[in-house]
Each structure stands twice: as C-alpha cells, then as structure tokens.
C-alpha cells in the first residue's frame, strides 16, 4: 500500500514535473474515495528557497530523513548535471534495498542512474536526453519509446505529461483502478493512455483550427458496445476518414481499435472490482462480446486472467 510519500527537489527543479507528483499524492481527495497520503517535500537544505527552472523558487519544508520509512519516493525532472548530491545518492540506495518504490518523472531517471540503481535494468528517460543518458549510463536498458517502465520497485517515465501516466499506473497497480479513475476525472485527464513517445520523435504536433476528438472520445468511452470503425468515428467527427486517422493519432498516441480495446479493459477492470457479474456478462457490457475475447484481451493489457485480478482487486462483499 502507498501511505507516505517523499519528493525529493533539487536545485532547478521543473516546477510541472514537480507538480504532476503533487496532484495525484498531495491532494486531500478522501471525500472522493481516495486514500489519504503522508505527503512529504523533502531536500537538503530543508526551509530555504531552491531554484526551479522557470526563474521562481520553491521551499521544501523536510529534509531527507523523510526517505528512510517512505513508501515512494519521486525524483521530478531538474537540470541534467554529471554529479549529483552524494547524500541523496545513498539515501536513494537504502530505500531502493528496504524496497521502497522509486518513481522518476523525465531526467530524474539521471538522479538514479547516478545512484547506481538502474544498471542492467529496463528504464525510460525524456527522447531529448537520450544520448546523454546512454553515454553517462551505458549499463542501463534504456526504452526510448515508451511513456513509461514498471520494473518493480523502479518506475521511470519519459517527459512532462508521461508523468501523470506514470504516476497513475502506479496508483492503479497499488490501489486499483477505481481510486486511479477518480484521481484521473479530478485532474480531468485520461486514465490511462496508449502509445509512447516516438510520435513525439519523429512527427510534428499539426497545425489544427479545429476543436480537439475529446467529444469523439467520450462517446466512445460512452458506447463501448457499438463496432467503432474508422469510417463511423470520421463521420461522428465530422472529418474525412484520413484526417479523422491522423488526428486521432496525433491525440492520443495509437489508433482508434488500441484506444478503444484499453477503454474496454477498463471498463473490465472496474466491472471485476467493484460488481459480482459473471465474465459472459461482463464481456458483454464492457464491449468485447464473448468471454474468450474478454480473456485475451485482458490477459495481454493487464497481464493476469480477469478472474485472478478480481480476486485480488475486488471491492465487493
């Protein structure tokens, strides 16, 4: 379970990434069903002023002793550097080996690459800093394209907004995907998305005078029963098939049959948690038609059989 959590802020902190980590931790949502958290900003030089990256500054009130029993421990994004503080370093080392959750969003992967932490395992970083990383850092495998890697008590997310998808997943994975849904609906952000940062490669963000798909995509999410093909979505959005295709893309990071089937899986997940409905039933109201489909999908997105999630994850009596 995640009760305490420690962010760790450096000398030119990115005040967004920071910020991603406050509003899914630090936030007092329990009125909406969301477990209450220990929140602690945490630095080495706790109560004075430290630069951030946008010329403001930012005090965090604790210092790093706040590491030694917290659960999680977030590095946000901060200026990439050769050499961090020895002291974080270590501290990092000894909650890594308690086994404390360690969580990076952007070039806070560089803070435990220094550390030592990421050798030999699956990591990401933001696309811009990839050389560095791999020059500084050769032992780690390093994933360019993803949003984010879950390997275990290491979670590492590529730039700015992957933070939010890896900060959801990990309250998904902790607590469930109704708390993520909630948390998610109250930043009025997707509960989880498709795709990886390669689109932000090698293709450029399009001009556009229109309104954005998110009226598409509440539809969707609304009739998962209904057979979305791309000719039927292009007409719901007013737009020619291909435009339709590339702007769907361009918005949520994969094509309309991945996004839907991921919606689908949600709605799974949130049947199997929460309702006692057989697998038939819910197949059936989740959009996927028949249970062996149900199966597959499930297995592949979540990687358990639905009904072994359900006995782990079930809210229900």
């Not at 220094?114 to 970083?125: I, K, S, W």
């Not at 297995?299 to 059989?305: A, K, L, N, Q, S």
Request: glycine share 6%; proline share 5%.
């Amino acid at each position: 379970m995640l009760r305490k959590i420690a962010v760790v802020l450096m000398e030119d902190v990115a005040l967004f990434e920071f910020g991603v980590v406050s509003e899914v931790f630090g936030f007092d949502r329990t009125d909406d069903g969301v477990p209450a958290f220990d929140f602690k900003v945490c630095s080495t030089r706790p109560g004075e002023p430290m630069s951030t990256s946008t010329h403001s500054a930012v005090i965090a009130p604790y210092g790093l002793e706040e590491l030694e029993d917290a659960d999680l421990i977030a590095l946000p994004a901060t200026t990439w550097r050769h050499a961090y503080d020895e002291r974080i370093l270590e501290a990092l080392r000894r909650a890594e080996a308690r086994g404390a959750i360690l969580l990076t969003v952007c070039s806070g992967a560089f803070v435990l690459g220094a550390a030592g932490l990421l050798d030999g395992r699956p990591c990401t970083t933001h696309w811009r800093y990839v050389k560095q990383f791999e020059e500084q850092f050769p032992l780690a495998k390093l994933d360019a394209d993803v949003l984010f890697v879950d390997d275990g008590n290491i979670i590492t997310s590529a730039g700015t907004a992957a933070g939010i998808d890896a900060c959801l997943h990990l309250v998904r994975r902790e607590l469930g995907s109704a708390v993520a849904t909630r948390i998610a609906r109250r930043m009025v952000v997707p509960p989880q998305r498709d795709g990886g940062q390669r689109q932000y490669v090698e293709v450029p963000v399009p001009e556009s005078s229109g309104e954005s798909l998110q009226p598409v995509l509440d539809w969707m999410v609304d009739n998962l029963t209904v057979d979305h093909t791309v000719p039927a979505l292009a007409r719901q959005a007013q737009m020619s098939e291909r435009t339709f295709a590339r702007r769907f893309v361009a918005e949520t990071g994969t094509t309309p049959l991945k996004w839907v089937t991921t919606q689908r899986v949600l709605r799974a997940r949130t049947l199997l948690e929460q309702t006692r409905m057989g697998i038939e039933q819910i197949a059936s109201e989740s959009g996927f038609g028949t249970a062996a489909l149900l199966r597959h999908h499930f297995r592949r997105v979540v990687g358990v059989p639905p009904q072994d999630y359900r006995r782990t994850f079930r809210t229900t009596a």
